[in-house]
Antibody, heavy 120, light 109 residues
């Protein structure tokens, strides 16, 4: 069973940069999976942010593409999210997740989530 | 971007009753649709993928059907632990974006 654990600051100032890391255990970050970020504003639905493959190939949500960067650290078996120029609208629970590849591109495993609040 | 519309927004039922949840796509997604369950304070959990395949460990009372633009998640007989929010998600088009529906809350009547 793959386990994922998000970490990072719970409070970010407006116009600042949100940075989160997802540590993966039980599987190699170099396995044939997409590694994703999904967020959920308080009391609202799920929003896909983007995904990264171990090669560094990425796909981002068009609505966030200009502000998002994802990266992989194979030596630490983890992947990261960076979101710039944040506003209160970016306040959300942020989940990292493992997706399958190709015909199996669904969110099979999830982290517990980490709440990020954007406030001064 | 493919928009997924879930209905109803809230479903009020009693334990033992049958729940029928709908997800409609703005364009065909073939069978490339999944359903997730989310309980308060928890991450979502994959229930159904490819419209009708149960994920590992999911009880047989959960079933999915549909193709193209119209999909249904059925819970044949609600157990107390099934009261939660359910989301559909599509992975039809490449490259992404992947999209989720707005969710259906199944609450105790």
């Amino acid at each position: 069973q793959v386990q994922l654990q998000e970490s990072g600051p719970g409070l970010v100032k407006p116009s600042g940069t949100l940075s989160l890391t997802c540590a993966v255990s039980g599987d190699s970050i170099s396995s044939i999976n997409w590694w994703s970020w999904v967020r959920q504003p308080p009391g609202k639905g799920l929003e896909w942010i983007g995904e990264i493959f171990h090669s560094g190939s990425t796909n981002y949500s068009p609505s966030l593409k200009s502000r998002v960067t994802m990266s992989v650290d194979k030596s630490k078996n983890q992947f990261s999210l960076r979101l710039t120029s944040v506003t209160a609208a970016d306040t959300a629970m942020y989940y990292c997740a493992r997706m399958g590849y190709g015909a199996d591109e669904y969110f099979h495993d999830w982290g517990q989530g980490t709440l990020v609040t954007v406030s001064s | 971007e493919i928009v997924l519309t879930q209905s109803p927004a809230t479903l009020s039922l009693s334990p033992g009753e049958r729940a029928t949840l709908s997800c409609r796509a703005s364009q065909s997604v073939s069978i490339y649709l999944a359903w997730y369950q989310q309980k308060p304070g928890q991450a979502p959990r994959l229930l159904i993928y490819d419209a009708s395949k149960r994920a590992t460990g999911i009880p047989g009372r959960f079933s999915g059907s549909g193709s193209g633009t119209d999909f249904t998640l059925t819970i044949s007989s609600l157990e107390p632990e099934d009261f939660a929010v359910y989301y559909c998600q599509q992975r039809s088009n490449w490259p992404p974006p992947l999209t989720f529906g707005g969710g259906t809350k199944v609450e105790i009547k």
